[in-house]
Every structure is written in structure tokens, then in C-alpha cells.
């Protein structure tokens, strides 16, 4: 039972802008901190941002400022806006709770920044 998908991903030139989306279900987000996630070649996932049911969000040094969070409950979705882009922010990205349940992974969405 697939709970959580993400889209929006694709190729950007350095300095450009993409929003992705998850698309969660009810139960999961509802109740939980929703997070993104992003794996890039050869190196562990890491933490990106997160987001309460609030709307308190937390951010990595990496992409704070650059990098915007934001939930529409409503919808169940999650996004993140990110623009400024660069090569070192290439890869998979993924959305979970936070912190993340294993069992919750999807496939991701690429981003690739490249000239």
C-alpha cells in the first residue's frame, strides 16, 4: 500500500527553481512531522526539512534560505520550493515522517542541477 509519492523532480540549471510535492495519506499526515529527504550519489540520505502540523518548519544549514517548506492539510501534500539551485543539491529526494519510519520510503523524485 503505497502512502506517501513524491513528484516534481527534473532537470534545472544552477540557479534555477523547482517545487516538488508529496502526496500523503490522511492518517500519516495528519498526525505526524512531515519531513524531505534526499540521497544523492554515494552518500547517505540526509535530513532537508521539516514541517508541523502547525506550520513550524526546520530546516538543513545547507538549504536554509534557499529551500522552502510548506503543507496544504487540506490535501494531504506536502511541497518543497526550491530555488537557487545547485549541482550539490542533485538527488533523489524523498518525503517521510519525521523522523523517518522505514516502512514509509517511496521511490523518490530526481532532481538534477546541471549546465
Known amino acids: 500500500q503505497v502512502q506517501l509519492v513524491e513528484s516534481g523532480g527534473g532537470l534545472v540549471q544552477p540557479g534555477g527553481s523547482l517545487r516538488l510535492s508529496c502526496a500523503a495519506s490522511e492518517t500519516i499526515f495528519r498526525s505526524n512531522v512531515m519531513g524531505w529527504f534526499r540521497q544523492a550519489p554515494g552518500k547517505q540520505r540526509e535530513f532537508v526539512a521539516g514541517i508541523n502540523s502547525r506550520g513550524d518548519t526546520n530546516y538543513a544549514v545547507s538549504v536554509k534560505g534557499r529551500f522552502t517548506v510548506s503543507r496544504d492539510n487540506a490535501k494531504n501534500t506536502m511541497y518543497l520550493q526550491m530555488n537557487s539551485l545547485k549541482p550539490d543539491d542533485t538527488a533523489v529526494y524523498y518525503c517521510?515522517?519525521?523522523?523517518?519510519?522505514?516502512?514509509?520510503w517511496g521511490r523518490g523524485t530526481q532532481v538534477t542541477v546541471s549546465s
Open positions: 517521510n515522517i519525521v523522523p523517518p519510519w522505514v516502512a514509509f
